[in-house]
């Protein structure tokens, strides 16, 4: 079985402009989560979707902002790039039995 | 609110040899999850062991074992026979229980630097 896939690996972009990242959950699996990891504040929660639906929710601005498919592909979106949402994005696809599994990340660096 | 702590930074073990990570959590909740995650250089992170809440059997996973104190809040986790392949971060990150389908959200401690050395 194919593991979770993020797209793209790595991105360069500019303060003020927007970032869309994309993750394809392992087949079968229809909860995908999103992580920020920075090296001061750690692995962070941004949100969870489930049949299409937000259903967690960390403590992010509203700049950032996610959707998922009906074939359970996700997007976030982050929208008036600052300098300090430079970080590895992590995507985790989960089914029922409470086991998250990771992609390799997208290292957005913000100049 | 749920917290994670781990309280050693780095570590360092001879290969062969066993190691002992620690990780304390808080938490009100009642049903939850317990894992230990692996972050090689790669930064790729992979799940090495769960432990359900409700199970007093601590959870192996070959080389890897976990002792689980409930009341202490306390999951550490024990690496034996160390391999040169175990060097990463670890993070031990806490789940309480979803409902409606929800999965819930891990919440991590601050990671283990393992090194293993030959």
């Known amino acids: 079985k194919a593991g979770v896939t993020q797209t793209p690996r790595y991105l360069i972009k500019t303060r003020g402009q927007q970032v869309t990242l994309s993750c394809s959950p392992i087949s079968g699996h229809r909860s995908v989560s999103w992580y920020q990891q920075t090296p001061g504040q750690g692995l962070q929660f941004l949100f969870e979707y489930f049949s299409e639906t937000q259903r967690n929710k960390g403590n992010f601005p509203g700049r950032f902002s996610g959707r998922q498919f009906s074939n359970s592909r996700s997007e976030m979106n982050v929208s008036t790039l600052e300098l300090g949402d430079s970080a590895l994005y992590l995507c985790?696809?989960?089914?029922?039995?409470?086991?998250?599994?990771f992609g390799p990340g997208t290292r957005l660096t913000v100049t | 609110a749920q917290t994670v702590t781990q309280s050693q930074p780095e570590m360092s073990v001879q290969e062969a040899e066993t190691v002992t990570l620690s990780c304390t959590y808080d938490?009100?909740?009642?049903?939850?999850?317990l894992f230990w995650y692996k972050q090689p250089p790669s930064r790729q992170m992979i799940l090495v062991i769960r432990q359900e809440a409700y199970k007093q059997q601590n959870a192996t996973e070959n080389r890897f074992s976990v002792n689980f104190q409930k009341a202490a809040k306390s999951f550490s986790l024990k690496i034996s026979d160390s391999q040169l392949g175990d060097t990463a971060m670890y993070f031990c990150a806490f789940m309480k229980h979803g409902y409606g389908g929800s999965q819930g959200n891990l919440i991590f401690g601050k990671g283990t630097k393992l090194s293993v050395k030959p």
């Open positions: 938490t009100s909740e009642s049903n939850y999850y």
């Open positions: 985790a696809s989960s089914n029922v039995v409470y086991e998250q599994y």
